[in-house]
């Protein structure tokens, strides 16, 4: 390389380097954040103004509802031959705990469907003419007065919450031989209230898995539903073929049908109905691959 195009390079790389600067003094940009804190502060205000969104929504929520006649919470102890519940006027009843008389968990005690994360169940909300969402929260007024009860004929526990005059009822009926129970909600007193008729009765959470992950995979391979050699791909078969929303439902009732018809050491794959139906000729005892 010569003089003169080393003398070319070192001046397209002076003005490479300076332009920047120049335009800086010429032209001036807002300053951008040159470290977190700067740019965390100034990515901040849009969740400032949520947060202040959100609170109004609230007050605006709580003014709804504010001369709601709430009681004090009580909870009512329902138990049948096949199961205890305990149902609390929060919520205007909701389940608290629902033990299952038939069925131990790992620890050998009673399976219990309702968890932590599943406790405010039954919600009852509906969305006013100001498109807020009112849930009708806080403990309900119970229309009966005993704490304990076994049951031998269907019972219902009924609930109410007045606001401003207006009635809101809850009647839950159980029943002594079956799991099921009915719901039945009376919000005629909110008609005018209600945009599209938008009532909604929730339950977050879903059901908790009560079950040894190695259950599943027996009954899985039985039914031909894996080749899996151990739980995590017996898992990941079953998502794949069940979808998402059936998962919490599927888990139990593989689980009620491998206690009751499919047991480890009693069906072998061989005479439950599942068993039979899939594998009629299936004629000696199924070999699991343990996990």
């Known amino acids: ?26 032209s001036p940009n807002k300053k951008t954040p040159n470290n977190f804190e700067e740019e965390f502060a100034e990515n901040s205000e849009p969740e400032n103004i949520l947060s202040e969104t959100i609170t109004e929504n609230n007050q605006r929520t709580n003014e709804t509802i504010k001369n709601a006649s709430y009681a004090e919470e009580k909870t009512t102890t329902i138990e ?4 205890i519940a305990k149902i609390s006027s929060a919520f205007g009843g909701s389940i608290h705990s629902f033990k299952i008389k038939k069925h131990l968990s790992p620890d050998s005690t009673l399976v219990n469907l309702i968890n932590s994360q599943n406790k405010n169940n039954l919600a009852l909300s509906f969305d006013d003419y100001n498109g807020e969402k009112i849930v009708l929260g806080g403990a309900w007024n119970s229309l009966q007065n005993y704490d304990s009860l076994y049951i031998n004929d269907e019972l219902s526990l009924t609930y109410n919450l007045t606001i401003n005059g207006k009635t809101a009822k809850k009647t839950i009926t159980f029943f002594p031989e079956s799991y099921l129970f009915d719901i039945n909600v009376d ?29 599943i995979h027996r009954l899985a391979q039985r039914w031909g539903l894996t080749n899996g050699k151990n739980v995590k791909q017996t898992e990941k078969d079953l998502k ?43 004629k000696r005892r199924f070999k699991h691959k343990k996990p």
């Open 1 to 26: 390389m010569d003089r003169n195009a080393l003398t070319a390079l070192l001046l397209i790389t002076l003005v490479l380097v300076l332009t920047p600067y120049y335009m800086e003094l010429v």
């Open 80 to 83: 049948t031959d096949l199961y």
């Open 187 to 215: 919000l005629v007193d909110f008609s005018n209230n209600v945009l599209g008729n938008k009532v909604s009765l929730s339950w977050v959470g879903g059901l908790p898995t009560t079950e040894k992950d190695t259950h």
């Open 240 to 282: 794949r073929l069940f979808p998402k929303e059936d998962w919490q439902k599927l888990h139990l009732q593989i689980i009620f049908w491998g206690r009751e018809y499919c047991q480890a050491r009693e069906c072998w794959g061989l005479e439950c109905r599942i068993c039979s139906i899939c594998y009629p000729k299936r």
